[in-house]
């Protein structure tokens, strides 16, 4: 069975490479705000919201922003989706069941999270949800799928 | 659906590991589909039977439970 949708096995290394060090960096800049000036630069953007004077919106225009957190979202995601969709050593027809298997049960995970979160956490706190949301279908999958295949290996590795 | 592949590997006398080369699956899913946790595929069922040399009704039967 040809499965053209996956990553080679040999991208899933390099993909936890970046993955690792990203999240970890990425998951510290935020907490702390850490915006160095060097990183700041005026970007093209879509629609600029200006909470400070009026509510007024605009589109496309230049705003002045610190990349530093689009670098690691984009890392992050990047890395994320290599390591949760590269092939495994033998991907054949059992590992794309529980491929399928752990990507609806993360979906439903998430989303259970999500539904939790709009009940019991408002304003600006809703912020850090959303923040975490963009990244925690693809880490629940990774989480789950890569459990499910090391319990795979132990059971195989104790029957000979 | 029960089936007799590991009864099979052992008249072949081959190894999970020689026979997932064989089929070219992984051991793991030889492993699952001998501990009846995975029902293959129809195209692995058939390519099993080919290298059992046997029909594929004669490794896999179906089981009341099959039927709900």
New interface residues.
């Given amino acids: 069975m040809k499965i053209n949708y996956l990553f080679p096995n040999e991208f899933k290394r390099i993909g936890w490479l970046i993955l690792i060090p990203s999240a970890f960096i990425g998951l510290v800049t935020l907490i702390y705000e850490y915006e160095p000036s060097f990183l700041d630069f005026n970007v093209p953007a879509i629609l600029v919201d200006e909470i400070t004077f009026s509510d007024s919106k605009k589109f496309f225009r230049m705003v002045n922003n610190n990349i530093l957190n689009e670098i690691f979202g984009i890392l992050i995601i990047i890395s994320s989706l290599i390591v949760a969709f590269s092939k495994e050593k033998t991907e054949d027809e059992y590992m794309s069941k529980i491929r399928l298997e752990s990507l609806v049960w993360a979906v439903y995970f998430n989303y259970g999270i999500l539904l939790f979160s709009f009940l019991f956490i408002f304003d600006l706190s809703f912020l850090w949800v959303m923040i975490f949301n963009m990244f925690t279908v693809l880490l629940f999958f990774i989480i789950r799928f890569n459990w499910q295949i090391s319990k795979l290996k132990k059971l195989a590795n104790y029957e000979e | 659906m029960k089936n007799s592949i590991k009864v099979e590997r052992a008249k072949k006398n081959i ?3 020689e026979l ?1 080369k064989l089929a ?9 589909m ?2 009846g946790k ?1 029902v ?2 129809t ?2 069922a058939l390519r099993l039977a080919q290298i059992f040399e046997v029909e594929i009704s004669e490794i896999f039967t179906l089981e009341d439970s099959d039927w709900v």
């Fill in positions: 190894t999970q590991a997932a070219k699956v992984s051991r793991q899913t030889i492993n699952a001998e501990l995975y293959p595929s195209v692995l």
